[in-house]
T-cell receptor, first 111, second 114 residues
Framework: GQQLNQSPQSMFIQEGEDVSMNCTSS?????WLWYKQDPGEGPVLLIA?????ELTSNGRLTAQFGITRKDSFLNISASIPSDVGIYFC???????????FGKGTRLHILP | NAGVTQTPKFQVLKTGQSMTLQCAQD?????MYWYRQDPGMGLRLIYY???????DKGEVPNGYNVSRLNKREFSLRLESAAPSQTSVYFC?????????????FGEGSWLTVV
């Protein structure tokens, strides 16, 4: 079946640093989604990508839909304490397919 | 706009007890989902409903049943709770558009089975 490999599993960075995480798929995807989950809350959609090569920004966040359609990355620039949380990638091949999720990247920010 | 609402937020059950998690969405979405989240395991799909009147098993359906009561509501039932079902449960809904499919989550239900 389809699988998503998300890396890294966790990150420890200094406040102000840039962050990069990525997801790769064993199959071609037509949609990539990036979510953030704060402690005690449900995942919240950050960025949705629908076209290969698409590069989309949301404030300090930038995500790209890989040209091969088998990968996506999320960058966070100039990290701040409220960026702490778990980031999930998700995607699907066809719009009627189930959406599958990566296992998440846990971001820690050191003071 | 409430989005996806699920209840209860917290629940403690004894082994063997039954309970139902309720979920409702006000976005007129066709598809609804139940996920469980465990440390290091990410989000695992339990059941989903592509439309009113249909339900399908996900990755980890054993020990659960679901009901798509109407377009708004999708409930998850544990008939005989087991400690292995201690988890955080998330309901979600989505709608396919010409661009793609985006999923929206509720705030979670923390279930402990003792």
């Amino acid at each position: 079946g389809q699988q998503l490999n998300q890396s890294p599993q966790s990150m420890f960075i200094q406040e102000g640093e840039d962050v990069s995480m990525n997801c790769t798929s064993s199959s071609i995807f037509n949609t990539w989604l990036w979510y953030k989950q704060d402690p005690g809350e449900g995942p919240v959609l950050l960025i949705a990508l629908y076209k290969a090569g698409e590069l989309t920004s949301n404030g300090r966040l930038t995500a790209q839909f890989g040209i091969t359609r088998k990968d996506s990355f999320l960058n966070i620039s100039a990290s701040i304490p409220s960026d702490v949380g778990i980031y999930f990638c998700a995607g699907h091949m066809n719009r009627d397919d189930k959406i599958i999720f990566g296992k998440g990247t846990r971001l820690h920010i050191l003071p | 706009n409430a989005g996806v609402t699920q209840t209860p937020k917290f629940q403690v059950l004894k082994t063997g007890q039954s309970m139902t998690l309720q979920c409702a969405q006000d976005m007129n979405h066709n598809s609804m989902y139940w996920y469980r989240q465990d440390p290091g395991m990410g989000l695992r799909l339990i059941y989903y409903s592509a439309s009113e009147g249909t339900t399908d098993k996900g990755e980890v359906p054993n020990g659960y049943n679901v009901s798509r009561l109407n377009k708004r509501e999708f409930s998850l039932r544990l008939e005989s709770a087991a400690p292995s079902q201690t988890s955080v449960y998330f309901c979600a809904s989505s709608e396919a558009t010409s661009s793609g499919n985006t999923i929206y989550f509720g705030e979670g239900s923390w279930l402990t089975v003792v």
